[in-house]
């Protein structure tokens, strides 16, 4: 790679706050904060037994209320985010979904706004605290491998919760490639390089196989039945929620209920790069919902689907140049996107959709088939079906290109079908014909009347 390219792609590295080998995942997250905040790390290493138990809520209670003034850097702030955001999870759903908190109290609620703040991000738990910044090597020598890897903060369900968010953090590490791509195909619009573009279309089409690819490990690691039943609980957040209908109210920091959504995929920042690169248009409640998870990304990676969106139409670019290369390197790249989004909609219907009709007919034989809510609180089903056909419409419908002498031999055979013999004998047939249906007129006898 050139090295103005190169200076290029490390400066995005650093406004992006993202990195060639781990795109968005938060780059060596720490697993320890300074003594005085104690009490967060005891309740969140200790999180699982405390909610099984239900002592978290009479633990919370008893916190003294601590001053996030003495976390001086980013990855101090990730960490007490993750923290505190798994602990309120656990407090407000610790006794099932038709029990939640109504209320988190202050010795939670304020720091953890505080630091939300700082982050730029809401003060619930979100796909950035639980999977990009929720890993730590058992062997701080080996590899990034799934047998050296650990959560910082677990919950309810065993090994199916490390699964689940291990799995979710590789297919991360599978999107980072992808991402790299993305910038590619940006400063080559920028230089109007077609060349740039096609590659980078290519890597990003690579990109999206290989997070498919590593998605199927989910089988391997995550029971649908611990997840549905254990764990699926604690991503729920408190908007759109019937169970907490006006939202929480966050003690010393509103006397008014506030709303948020849970944690969702529709959070990850790399499946909306893409969509913004391809220039997939998402609309109505779809888009709607699609852009109000950007709230709940890091500011600096909210910035490059911004960023993205900002760049003259990608799709209109190439239907308008007469590359069938670069429009098939485009249509290769929708259509893995495509994939990709048909693949998750058969591990939300395993997962999620399948265990929820088997707890249905159990509890309710007779019972209707109620709507799906995600965590994020969208229609599930219908949320991802639309997203993945919303992508299909991205494609571009490519015209046979006609060769020279196929368009030379269309010509002859014109020139040859109108030539001046062909046009006089086209007129003497048709004279022909006329003259015959006026002599057939004038010999034919009139109709007599019945005798």
Known sequence: ??????EALQADFDVFEISEELGFILKEPLTNLPDYYRVWLDLANNLTPLIESRKLRDLVHKMPVLSPHLLSNHRELRLAQLVLGFITMGYVW????????????KALAWPYWVVSRRLGLPPILTYADSVLANWKLKDPKGAMEIGNMDLIVSLPGEESCRGFFIVSLFVEMAASSGIMGALVVMHAMKTSDLSGVRKGLI????????????????????????FHGTLRIFFSGWRDNPMLPRGLLYEGVSNEPISLSGVSAAQSSAFQCFDA??????????????????????????????????????????????????????N???????????????????????????????SCPLGGMATLKGTGGSN??????SARNNTQKSLIL??????????????????????????????????????????????????????
């Open 1 to 6: 790679m050139e090295t103005n390219n190169t």
């Open 94 to 105: 610790q006794n099932g979904q038709h029990a939640p908190a109504q209320i988190l109290p």
């Open 203 to 226: 890597k990003v089409t690579q990109s999206l196989r290989k997070m498919k690819e590593t998605f199927k490990l989910m089988h391997n690691h995550v029971d649908p039945t611990a």
């Open 277 to 330: 690169l391809l220039r997939v248009r998402h609309e109505d409640e779809t888009g709607a919902y699609l852009t109000r998870m950007r709230d709940y990304m890091p500011p600096a990676h909210r910035q490059l689907i911004e960023t993205l969106s900002a760049l003259p139409p990608l799709r209109d670019l190439i239907s308008s140049c007469s590359s069938s290369d670069l429009c098939q390197a485009y």
């Open 332 to 362: 290769a790249c929708v259509s893995a996107l495509v994939d990709l989004r048909s693949y998750h909609l058969n591990i939300v219907t395993k997962y999620i959709v399948m265990p929820a009709n088997q707890a249905r007919a159990v």
């Open 380 to 385: 599930l089903m219908v949320f991802l079906k």
């Open 398 to 451: 490519e015209t046979s290109p006609v060769s020279k002498e196929t368009e030379m031999s269309h010509i002859t055979s014109a020139k040859k079908m109108f030539s001046p013999l062909s046009v006089l004998w086209l007129v003497c047939l048709f004279v022909s014909k006329m003259i015959q249906n006026l002599l057939g007129t004038f010999t034919r006898k009139p109709a007599g009347k019945m005798q």
